[in-house]
């Protein structure tokens, strides 16, 4: 149950409207389901002699407007509240006694008319389809004082939560206020008009937000915003400061012919211009081009060589979430700046799921909990490379990366739902869940072939040493009970193979994935395995590249073959206490 509540100045005009054949959709039969008292002339079921709706309509204004016009000038210039209330479409049809019991229970919540207060504002409540009414009150009491509203908006929301659960209706998450401002429905018909999939607030929105995404200056932000296309205006204040900025979408104007602005604070809360410059301050990125090949690994990419870097920093978010600590909050920001770039720069089969990720995530990096050290600077570092690196994947790389990069985002998004849920943060979490329901859709897309290519060349592996590997697997998982994960590991046999052939002992390194991050969430621990132990392996993402042995390392003896192996020294690998993997910084 939605109400969307709007203030005025023509209680007539209003009325005409709501008894009128409407502007968009049907008006049947218009009547009247509540009043203040009861008793309040209805101009759609006038039961008199001679009923004329005009007549009768203009004695309900008269009704209405009649403390309007004994307070004068101490009435406010905007009268008439005005909130309509709208049921799910999956809901059953309510009668017009239910709907009565929902204004009266509406007008007392806000405090216009309090149940049992005989001075009251004057309210109507008008059903003109079956899913909806219209309430119409006059904000001036029976004393000729005005009715104390702060907070209309937020009271009406919470009983709207109290009636659902009450009448059986379906229950929408509570808010707290930190949403994004929903487009209008004057905007939503615009945007039907003239052809746009979305209102151009919501285009704006997506365009400001990955503009900002691993952005290093204020000056950056401005520039992409620029070559993203959009029209921007910056107010500057009388010394030359920047004071804030305004976006517009080419072609969108009013009937005046003028650019429709929008500020970046009624884009979004953390859109305006101080609280990008305080992120910017928080996470300043000192890396400004893209990492090259490191001494001692394989020639990845850039592309390739960030997705790599993103996945081990991706992966420390996950455990700071799941750590329940309100400082994990600076870590939301910056994963809804990686989930843009990679957005922004993925292939097209994968780029329409991680785009719906990127925009569910949205509302889950807005809370009001603040940590008291913001620092995101590694985390924008990962989603500035991934930018500057662009979509010029390198052969072989492109699902590999994707989906190694993608599987741990899978389980940020799920540590991330468990700490807005610890919190009673319904909508982020739910937003979360949603991210990570879009992130799952886009790594089947981007993992199914190179897992495909592993699982045959683990089935390929030579009889002994397939059963050697499979026998080292079970052992692994049954000891950390992850039972479920005993089937299909013909992809995981293949990449211990190959670790153990480019000088890693398999055991080891498969514990060492293991212990990373619980394993629980995953929709498949194979597959997160596999990602894992080539991340940390520095194997290839695609399994038809070449493997490249590790320059360092402390080596031993393997009784068995002549070959030796050895275990990923730090040089080599991440840890959690190493989150960019070692890269160096610029």
Same mark, same amino acid.
């Given at each position: 149950?939605?109400?969307?509540?709007?203030?005025?100045?023509?209680?007539?005009?209003?009325?005409?409207?709501?008894?009128?054949?409407?502007?968009?959709?049907?008006? !049947?039969?218009? =009547?009247?389901?509540?009043?203040?008292?009861?008793?309040?002339?209805?101009?759609?079921?006038?039961?008199?002699?001679?009923?004329?709706?005009?007549?009768?309509?203009?004695?309900?204004?008269?009704?209405?407007?009649?403390?309007?016009?004994?307070?004068?000038?101490?009435?406010?210039?905007?009268?008439?509240?005005?909130?309509?209330?709208?049921?799910? *479409?999956?809901?059953?049809?309510?009668?017009?006694?239910?709907?009565?019991?929902?204004?009266?229970?509406?007008?007392?919540?806000?405090?216009?008319?309090?149940?049992?207060?005989?001075?009251?504002?004057?309210?109507?409540?008008?059903?003109?389809?079956?899913?909806?009414?219209? !309430?119409?009150?006059?904000?001036?009491?029976?004393?000729?004082?005005? #009715?104390?509203?702060?907070?209309?908006?937020?009271?009406?929301?919470?009983?709207?939560?109290?009636?659902?659960?009450?009448?059986?209706?379906?229950?929408?998450?509570?808010?707290?206020?930190?949403?994004?401002?929903?487009?209008?429905?004057?905007?939503?018909?615009?945007?039907?008009?003239?052809?746009?999939?979305?209102? #151009?607030?919501?285009?704006?929105?997506?365009?400001?937000?990955?503009?900002?995404?691993?952005?290093?200056?204020?000056?950056?932000?401005?520039?992409?915003?620029?070559?993203?296309?959009?029209?921007?205006?910056?107010? =500057?204040?009388?010394?030359?400061?920047?004071?804030?900025?305004?976006?517009?979408? *080419?072609?969108?104007?009013?009937?005046?012919?003028?650019?429709?602005?929008?500020?970046?604070?009624?884009?979004?809360?953390?859109?305006?211009?101080?609280?990008?410059?305080?992120? @910017?301050?928080?996470?300043?990125?000192?890396?400004?081009? #893209?990492?090259?090949?490191?001494?001692?690994?394989?020639?990845?990419?850039?592309? &390739?060589?960030?997705?790599?870097?993103?996945?081990? !920093?991706?992966?420390?978010?996950? !455990?700071?979430?799941?750590?329940?600590?309100?400082?994990?909050?600076?870590?939301?920001?910056?994963?809804?700046?990686?989930?843009?770039?990679?957005?922004?720069?993925?292939?097209?089969?994968? +780029?329409?799921?991680?785009?719906?990720?990127?925009?569910?995530?949205?509302?889950?990096?807005?809370?009001?909990?603040?940590?008291?050290?913001?620092?995101?600077?590694?985390?924008?570092?990962?989603?500035?490379?991934?930018?500057?690196?662009?979509?010029?994947?390198?052969?072989?790389?492109?699902?590999?990366?994707?989906?190694?990069?993608?599987?741990?985002?899978?389980?940020? $998004?799920?540590?991330?739902?468990?700490?807005?849920? $610890?919190?009673?943060? $319904?909508?982020?979490?739910? &937003?979360?869940? /949603?991210?990570?329901?879009?992130?799952?859709?886009?790594?089947?897309?981007?993992?199914?072939?190179?897992? /495909?290519?592993?699982?045959?060349?683990?089935?390929?592996?030579?009889?002994?040493?397939?059963?050697?590997?499979?026998?080292?697997?079970?052992?692994?998982?049954?000891?950390?009970?992850?039972?479920?994960?005993?089937?299909?590991?013909?992809?995981?046999?293949?990449?211990?193979?190959?670790?153990?052939?480019?000088?890693?002992?398999?055991?080891?390194?498969?514990?060492?994935?293991?212990?990373?991050?619980?394993?629980?969430?995953?929709?498949?621990?194979?597959?997160?395995?596999?990602?894992?132990?080539?991340? @940390?392996?520095?194997?290839?993402? =695609?399994?038809?590249?070449?493997?490249?042995? #590790?320059?360092?390392?402390?080596?031993?003896?393997?009784?068995?073959?002549?070959?030796?192996?050895?275990?990923?020294?730090? &040089?080599?690998?991440?840890?959690?206490?190493?989150?960019?993997?070692?890269?160096? +910084?610029?």
């Amino acid at each position: 149950m939605v109400p969307k509540i709007r203030r005025g100045s023509r209680t007539h005009g209003l009325l005409v409207y709501l008894y009128g054949p409407g502007k968009r959709d049907e008006h !049947i039969d218009p =009547h009247l389901v509540g009043s203040w008292d009861g008793f309040a002339p209805d101009p759609g079921r006038d039961t008199s002699p001679d009923p004329d709706p005009k007549v009768t309509l203009a004695r309900l204004t008269a009704a209405l407007d009649l403390r309007v016009n004994q307070a004068g000038d101490k009435a406010p210039a905007q009268h008439v509240w005005h909130c309509s209330v709208r049921t799910d *479409p999956g809901d059953r049809t309510l009668t017009d006694a239910e709907w009565n019991t929902v204004a009266r229970r509406l007008v007392h919540a806000v405090n216009l008319a309090p149940e049992g207060d005989l001075d009251g504002c004057r309210w109507v409540a008008v059903r003109h389809a079956d899913d909806h009414i219209h !309430i119409l009150a006059t904000m001036v009491r029976g004393d000729l004082r005005r #009715p104390r509203m702060n907070y209309d908006f937020k009271k009406a929301q919470a009983e709207c939560r109290r009636i659902e659960q009450e009448m059986g209706l379906r229950q929408l998450k509570p808010g707290d206020g930190t949403g994004a401002k929903t487009p209008t429905s004057a905007e939503r018909f615009k945007a039907e008009r003239t052809g746009r999939p979305e209102a #151009p607030r919501e285009t704006l929105r997506e365009a400001v937000r990955q503009s900002l995404a691993g952005a290093a200056t204020e000056e950056e932000f401005f520039t992409r915003l620029h070559e993203a296309g959009l029209r921007v205006k910056i107010r =500057h204040a009388p010394s030359g400061d920047a004071l804030g900025y305004n976006v517009a979408l *080419p072609g969108d104007r009013n009937r005046d012919r003028e650019p429709i602005w929008f500020a970046g604070s009624t884009l979004a809360p953390d859109l305006s211009l101080p609280k990008i410059r305080r992120r @910017l301050a928080d996470a300043t990125s000192d890396r400004t081009t #893209p990492s090259v090949a490191i001494s001692g690994r394989p020639d990845w990419s850039p592309a &390739a060589r960030e997705r790599r870097n993103a996945t081990s !920093i991706a992966e420390r978010a996950a !455990i700071l979430l799941d750590s329940d600590d309100d400082e994990a909050t600076t870590q939301l920001v910056g994963v809804g700046e990686l989930l843009d770039a990679v957005a922004q720069t993925s292939p097209a089969a994968t +780029r329409a799921e991680l785009g719906a990720a990127a925009r569910a995530f949205e509302r889950a990096t807005r809370s009001h909990i603040r940590a008291e050290h913001a620092d995101t600077r590694t985390i924008r570092s990962a989603a500035r490379g991934i930018i500057q690196a662009g979509n010029a994947l390198g052969r072989g790389e492109d699902g590999g990366t994707t989906a190694m990069l993608v599987s741990t985002l899978v389980l940020v $998004a799920l540590a991330a739902a468990r700490w807005h849920s $610890a919190r009673g943060h $319904a909508q982020q979490a739910h &937003a979360s869940r /949603q991210t990570a329901e879009h992130l799952r859709a886009a790594y089947r897309q981007a993992g199914a072939t190179p897992m /495909q290519a592993l699982r045959d060349q683990g089935r390929a592996l030579p009889e002994a040493e397939r059963r050697t590997h499979e026998t080292t697997i079970h052992a692994a998982l049954t000891e950390q009970g992850l039972r479920a994960a005993l089937t299909k590991t013909d992809a995981l046999a293949a990449t211990l193979a190959q670790a153990e052939q480019a000088g890693h002992d398999p055991k080891a390194l498969l514990q060492q994935a293991i212990d990373l991050r619980e394993l629980d969430t995953a929709d498949d621990v194979n597959d997160v395995l596999v990602w894992r132990l080539r991340r @940390l392996a520095q194997l290839p993402a =695609h399994p038809g590249e070449a493997t490249r042995r #590790p320059q360092t390392g402390t080596g031993r003896p393997k009784t068995s073959t002549n070959r030796t192996w050895t275990t990923p020294t730090p &040089a080599d690998r991440p840890t959690t206490s190493d989150p960019r993997d070692r890269a160096p +910084r610029r």
